[in-house]
């Protein structure tokens, strides 16, 4: 029997839920919450679960699998009057970008992914026009393409939820501290060039570390297909490595532990590049920032493709982890930014 709207919304305090359809009935996805965490990220074009009838492949962007006798679909139950929150992502020459923000040749779309969202919930059907510096372009809602006016060339788009907090995610026993301690920051990390342990974050891989961590406290034997630089990889929480599809070459993981509220050198540091190309601290205090790097950090790590506002003594700002920009909001100028890794 199909659960009603009350009960999926009690369900693990979540919002959706995945479910499969065999012989005409309806049966949720145990452990979603990894499928969502794959699902919200612009990047992943599907994802490959177990199921009692084998190995099934949900295609995203179709909303789809790979056995046509098997459906899928995701429920989302909000209250009245809540919307969810959306983002709108175009494919660039090597990444995928959400509207609004700066893409990697420095321009923006004249629209963000709240107004594509709005337009949408209009027209589900319809088109919108936009401009990214003086091109004119056009989205086909129903297509999820846009098209260059002059040129014609066209760039697949994809609409995508925002990633919910993985505090909401994860186990109790997962997130409990002691009295007066601070609270836990997991880390997933891959031995890169150089032998350097490497974070892996969501503007360049379609996994960032909280929805490794949602994944890993599913299920710890689990293996996980993410996608990095139009390369294919699986992950593997048992052997703790990563394999690259084609190449198979393997890498090494690890999962650390540190402390949130320490300032020390175990938390990574976040940069802007001033006008002058030096990359500078957001520093918080008088005169200076609203927020530490501390803050964007906390941040981050609840909603890696999320955005956070900020403001100093002249400006307010929005920054942006998917494009890794932060933008002035009145004279509409944009900075690069950074995450560094200690």
């Not at 990047?43 to 790979?66: H, V, W």
């Not at 066209?154 to 007066?180: I, M, N």
């Not at 999962?255 to 590049?273: C, D, I, K």
Request: aromatic share 10%.
């Amino acid at each position: 029997m199909k659960r009603t709207t009350d009960e999926l919304r009690s369900s693990a305090g979540k919002h959706f839920e995945w479910q499969l359809n065999f012989g005409g009935q309806w049966q949720k996805i145990e452990k979603d919450h990894v499928l969502e965490a794959h699902y919200c990220h612009p990047g992943a074009k599907g994802i490959a679960i177990n199921t009692t009838s084998g190995k099934l492949f949900i295609n995203f962007d179709t909303l789809r699998t790979d056995n046509p006798s098997v459906s899928v679909q995701r429920l989302c139950f909000l209250s009245p009057g809540q919307t969810e929150d959306v983002g709108w992502f175009f494919r660039g020459d090597s990444l995928w970008t959400e509207f609004g923000s700066q893409s990697p040749n420095g321009s923006r779309s004249s629209m963000s992914s709240q107004d594509m969202e709005r337009q949408f919930r209009l027209n589900p059907t319809g088109s919108v026009r936009f401009t990214v510096g003086t091109a004119v372009y056009s989205l086909d809602f129903s297509a999820m393409t846009q098209t260059n006016l002059v040129t014609s060339l066209t760039r697949k788009v994809r609409r995508r939820p925002k990633y919910p907090s993985p505090t909401g995610l994860l186990s109790a026993s997962a997130l409990a501290t002691p009295p007066g301690s601070a609270p836990l920051h997991v880390r997933w990390e891959f031995v890169g060039d150089k032998g350097v342990w490497t974070e892996y974050q969501a503007h360049v891989c379609s996994l960032s570390s909280a929805a490794i961590e949602a994944a890993f406290q599913a299920d710890r034997h689990a293996q996980l297909k993410f996608t990095a630089r139009r390369h294919s990889y699986t992950l593997d929480f048992t052997g703790m490595f990563q394999i690259n599809d084609n190449f198979k070459t393997k890498r090494g993981v690890r999962r650390t532990q540190h402390s949130v509220s320490s300032a020390g050198p175990n938390l990574p540091r976040w940069q802007y590049q001033d006008k002058d190309g030096q990359w500078k601290d957001f520093k918080k205090g008088a005169g200076a920032c609203s927020v530490s790097s501390q803050d964007i950090e906390l941040q981050y790590q609840r909603n890696p493709s999320g955005s956070l506002d900020f403001a100093t003594s002249r400006y307010n700002y929005e920054l942006k982890f998917a494009a890794m920009t932060q933008n002035n909001l009145s004279n509409n100028t944009c900075k690069n930014v950074r995450r560094l890794n200690h």
